[in-house]
DNA sequence: CGTTTGTCTTTTATCGACAATAGACAGATC
DNA sequence: GATCTGTCTATTGTCGATAAAAGACAAACG
């Protein structure tokens, strides 16, 4: 296998989506843009819709046969890419505590594990090493620093240095600026989960990052922007991983978001 | 070629400037922590002095015949890694002004122009798109943010951040830390290049970056201390491209930190 | 008994090859 | 005349192979 083809099965499966609610399709470089992709890709995929009986396909005739069923779409552990394989099946080996500061990583045993080649786990490695988890020993193996106290310290540090940095560049945009807008929006977001605490508890993890970036964002400065991945990744496999109190934890976070976001409509400079 | 043998030659060269100085060697694992090489390589550069008719080697016998002269070195340009080859050029690139921001980067045309491997030439990117400069379109080519006024003042703005941040850490230091003495050294290089600043004013590039590691050391955060590469690079790569008035700007900027130092010491918490 | 050496195995760094995907261009179609 | 399609080329993502370098272990040495 030279390359996998998971932006094609993936593309295909949201097509699939789709048709299941819009029974004609558009032309391929509209639906290219609509799913992200190349044309070749999108031809890929109408090619196969016509193979499995989904669609008469000449030129600009796309005739859609039969709504797509469960069976048509490719199962989902092929339609991830391999950074997101190599991402959670290494974040699952430092969580589960199998792994422990200060141990060796080895590449080949890895890539091996993980069912890949090594080029893959060398460049996720090389990218993952801006987290700060692990470094590297030219000409020799990495080592694995840990999820350790120290680690959770120094990147709150961090992160509240630019969370301050960012909250102040927000309060201070003009008042007619699209932002407020999206404010306003994420603060109904808030309120909506909070109505139904019981249920909803899970969605706050996607509005907190949302929220979060959203106003790193204004600081308008690529590092702090960037630095947020980190924060996000950490918080991500963490709380994937460590789900007790959720509810009330998220309850309460949802609240002092909602006093965070009064804070800065009032201009008000302290956090 | 599957390896360079950089590692090889590198050494090999730095233990000729050993032979320079003292005319017999000591024991494999002790000359290959002195070099910082393993002991396959330390063996395989005493394999290479006998054959050139350096040494006479048996097991713990090592006699030195004569001492090395200038065509026993391998040329310079042999005895850089990859990755020091590929940063240098992609960043001449970027700073000689070729290459405007938003242009597009291309793996195998960078791979030819450098005469290496395309595996080579991604990993650096991968690596160096930490700093800010440049950004992947997935599945598709990097794109070039270039070396604009923006970054340097989101770079600044950052790093000022950080500076006062370990400064404070700094001053904080218990008096009888060992880096106190680390700062009266570093005190005392300041001087020295001052005294002379006529003729070692380019000396200055690199206690620069000595001191402002070395101060950044003392928070003690990870994120910050490895922010610091981001800006090493970026002033090393620019003072190199940008020499007019180094002369004077270097003299101020010593007696900056000269004042920087004292303040330090002073424990004021206002750099 | 602690090093040092000889020998062997393991692991990393780098290459070229090839399928997936993106992208360019001219002719066809509305 | 703008957009769409057919076709072709260019580029990226991933793999396995191989030489360099690291490292393990037992026997030899002092």
Same mark, same amino acid.
């Given at each position: 296998m030279a390359k996998q083809n998971t932006v094609f099965k993936d593309a295909f499966n949201r097509c699939l989506k789709l048709l299941e609610q819009t029974a004609n399709l558009p032309s391929e470089p509209e639906l290219g843009s609509t799913l992200g992709i190349s044309r070749t890709t999108v031809r890929a995929i109408l090619t196969r819709l016509e193979e499995v009986g989904l669609l008469t396909w000449e030129k600009r005739r796309k005739i859609v046969l039969r709504k797509p069923v469960a069976s048509d779409y490719f199962p989902?552990? @092929?339609?991830?890419?391999l950074s997101e394989i190599i991402e959670r099946s290494f974040m699952r080996r430092i969580l589960d505590g199998g792994a422990q500061p200060g141990m060796q990583i080895n590449e080949l045993e890895l890539a091996r594990e993980i069912g890949i080649g090594t080029t893959g786990v060398r460049e996720f490695l090389i990218r993952f090493s801006r987290f700060g988890l692990i470094e590297k020993r030219p000409n020799s193996h990495w080592v694995l620093k840990g999820f350790t106290r120290e680690f959770a310290l120094e990147l709150t540090e961090v992160r509240e240095m630019f969370e301050l940095r960012s909250a102040a560049a927000f309060a201070h945009l003009?008042?007619?600026?699209a932002a407020w807008h999206e404010l306003e929006a994420i603060e109904a977001r808030h309120h909506a989960i909070l109505a139904d605490i @019981?249920?909803?508890?899970?969605?706050f993890s996607e509005l907190d990052e949302r929220f979060h970036l959203f106003v790193h964002?204004?600081?308008?400065?690529r590092f702090i922007v960037d630095f947020y991945d980190v924060i996000a990744i950490v918080f991500h496999y963490h709380y994937q991983w460590n789900k007790t109190n959720a509810r009330e934890r998220n309850a309460r976070a949802l609240e002092e978001h909602l006093a965070y976001i009064a804070a800065l409509r009032s201009r008000d400079p302290i956090e």
């Open positions: 989902t552990e @092929e339609t991830d890419s003009p008042p007619d600026h @019981e249920n909803r508890y899970l969605d964002r204004a600081s308008k400065n």
